[in-house]
């Protein structure tokens, strides 16, 4: 079965940018799989972000983009804000088996 | 606004049958998918299945042959149905609702799920 592979953690500074990415174990992930970010805080259920690969939500922060970056989905924040401090999960859909992989999350300091 | 309220019973013994319930006030149930997402103890996400407002499902394969996620359309509500559950099964279940491309935008509350003896 398909492995999606984030970065376990980052560390950004506030007012910083980062960029966050997902990377899939059978090879480039392209707009094909569709690409999902979410975030999660403490206690809280996730938050969607970005589906298919760039588009937000009408609630999604304009500091958070999605793109596809040398092979990976990214997920880039731009003037990050000490409230971004959470944990990021991507979503890949692998269309042979019909099914979605998540990641497993990127924890995110905001420090 | 769209709101899913999910309900179902929190502990299980192994080997017991999961079953929860989500409904949708607020909103359309036509034209969406309808997921079951789970998440262990500090653990991250997995998903579970769908189901498509006409009933037809796909599932995460490590689960199929004990999941089953079914649609009343009548009552605005999807379900989930999970066997021979374990200790490993221990988590919050979420349900969600998507469409094509953004499998998740809305989300449930989440329940609770402890299978111990």
């Known amino acids: 079965q398909t492995v999606v592979t984030q970065e376990p953690s980052l560390t950004v500074s506030p007012g910083g940018t980062v960029t966050l990415t997902c990377a899939s174990s059978t090879g480039a992930v392209t707009s094909s799989h569709y690409p999902n970010w979410f975030q999660q805080k403490p206690g809280q259920a996730p938050s969607t972000l970005i589906y298919?690969?760039?588009n937000k939500h009408s609630w999604t922060p304009a500091r958070f983009s999605g793109s596809l970056l040398g092979g990976k989905a990214a997920l880039t924040l731009s003037g990050v804000q000490p409230e971004d401090e959470a944990d990021y999960y991507c979503?890949?859909?692998?269309?042979?088996?019909?099914?979605?992989?998540f990641g497993g999350g990127t924890k995110l300091t905001v420090l | 606004q769209v709101q899913l309220k999910q309900w179902g019973a929190g502990l299980l013994k192994p080997s017991e049958t999961l079953s929860l319930t989500c409904a949708v006030y607020g909103g359309s149930f036509s034209g969406y998918y309808w997921s079951w997402i789970r998440q262990p103890p500090g653990g991250g996400l997995e998903w579970i299945g769908e189901?498509?407002?006409?009933?037809?499902?796909k599932y995460n394969p490590s689960l199929k042959s004990r999941v089953t996620i079914s649609v009343d359309t009548s009552k605005n509500q999807f379900s989930l149905k999970l066997n021979s559950m374990t200790a490993a099964d221990t988590a919050v279940y979420h349900c969600a609702r998507g469409f094509s491309g953004s499998p998740v935008d809305i989300w449930g509350q989440g329940t609770m799920v402890t299978v111990s003896s």
């Open positions: 298919s690969t760039s």
């Open positions: 189901v498509s407002h006409s009933g037809s499902t």
């Open positions: 979503l890949l859909y692998c269309g042979d088996a019909q099914l979605w992989v």
